[in-house]
């Protein structure tokens, strides 16, 4: 039963579910769930820093349903957006309803899409493929290849995008990664065919056939929902990829690698992500909190994550956070202390 407590990731999509059948004020269940109840939950819920043995590691690898229950968010979240664009089509809500359905099917959008697909994409099997099917309803397709081969060799580097600077607020962030890391994908994308020697219309080229799969997509919208469909989900794809931006903004704020003497930056260690134990935040996110072993070892499951005590902490829960974040004067005065003196005077 133990097993199943990341079903608990779940709760999410079924609070825009009951948001969208109550209508009014309740279209905001979602972020005032994700947002609100949980935050203030992980006040009175323990943090644990117990890591697996290697016998328990070794039997939950061979355990499927830790697999399943990331498979789930597929039809979940696709689900999710049907329901979303039928009932928008067919009823009339006001302005601040539609806002609120926005707003919960982003979220949806990137907690069971865009975290879950980040999870898949990490395994290079045919699971990838369905994690990249969660990052197309966030408009975010290009993510797998910056983040896979981009954002783990340059964490916590001036080179990385998705690394928040010292002092660096959530808002502007949103714009320099969303950016950046758009750009950084097209370049690993062209070095890669030109290192096996293909033009840019080869088959090979993923980011042109992001751009075609995405184009698709917004089509049939247009097709099915017309243009009021497709503005929601734009807007609820934007909501998606800024939930992950603001995730990343908090998972390696302020953290710097030095350059070693030969002028290579210092391999990616422990101590170069933020790390939460915070329980509930791990069980919601499939343990995307223990970020740190998760850069020290990428391609590990998510369900044998490790603490380390050498890796910065998080005050909070992710949650929390990102809650934090979004104002940045309280932001500043809670991290910037915790960030290591060290690496505050690092240069570029």
């Not at 979004?326 to 240069?347: A, D, H, S």
Request: aromatic share 14%; hydrophobic share 40%; proline share 4%.
């Amino acid at each position: 039963m133990k097993d199943l407590k990341y079903m608990c990731a779940y709760t999410i999509p079924l609070m825009a579910i009951l948001g969208l059948w109550l209508q009014g004020i309740y279209t905001y269940l979602t972020p005032i769930y994700a947002f609100g109840f949980i935050p203030l939950l992980e006040l009175f819920t323990h943090s644990s820093t117990k890591n697996l043995d290697q016998k328990t590691k070794t039997s939950t690898l061979k355990k499927k349903i830790f697999d399943w229950m990331l498979y789930l968010n597929l039809p979940i979240v696709y689900s999710i957006l049907g329901i979303t664009l039928y009932v928008t089509s067919k009823t009339s809500f006001e302005t601040y309803e539609i806002m609120g359905i926005i707003i919960s099917t982003g979220i949806v959008f990137g907690t069971n899409g865009i975290n879950v697909g980040h999870e898949l994409g990490h395994r290079f099997t045919k699971e990838r493929f369905l994690g990249k099917a969660l990052l197309l309803p966030s408009l975010y397709m290009h993510f797998y290849i910056e983040h896979n081969f981009g954002h783990h060799q340059k964490v916590a580097t001036i080179d990385d995008p998705a690394t928040a600077k010292y002092n660096h607020p959530v808002y502007l962030f949103w714009i320099t990664s969303a950016i950046g890391q758009y750009i950084g994908a097209w370049k690993i994308q062209l070095d890669q065919l030109k290192k096996n020697k293909r033009s840019f219309f080869s088959t090979k080229n993923d980011m042109f056939w992001y751009l075609i799969i995405t184009s698709i997509y917004l089509a049939l919208i247009f097709y099915f929902f017309k243009s009021f469909g497709l503005q929601i989900a734009i807007l609820s794809g934007i909501v998606g990829f800024l939930l992950l931006e603001t995730i990343n903004y908090i998972e390696h704020y302020g953290l710097k690698r030095i350059k070693t003497s030969s002028g290579r930056y210092e391999r990616v260690r422990e101590i170069h992500s933020w790390n939460s134990n915070h329980t509930l935040g791990r069980i919601m996110l499939y343990e995307l909190t223990r970020h740190s072993d998760h850069h020290h070892r990428a391609s590990k499951k998510y369900q044998t994550l490790d603490h380390h005590n050498q890796s910065p902490q998080l005050p909070f829960g992710y949650p929390t956070s990102m809650v934090l974040s979004l104002l940045p004067p309280i932001w500043f005065l809670i991290m910037n202390k915790r960030v290591p003196r060290e690496m505050k005077t690092i240069r570029k």
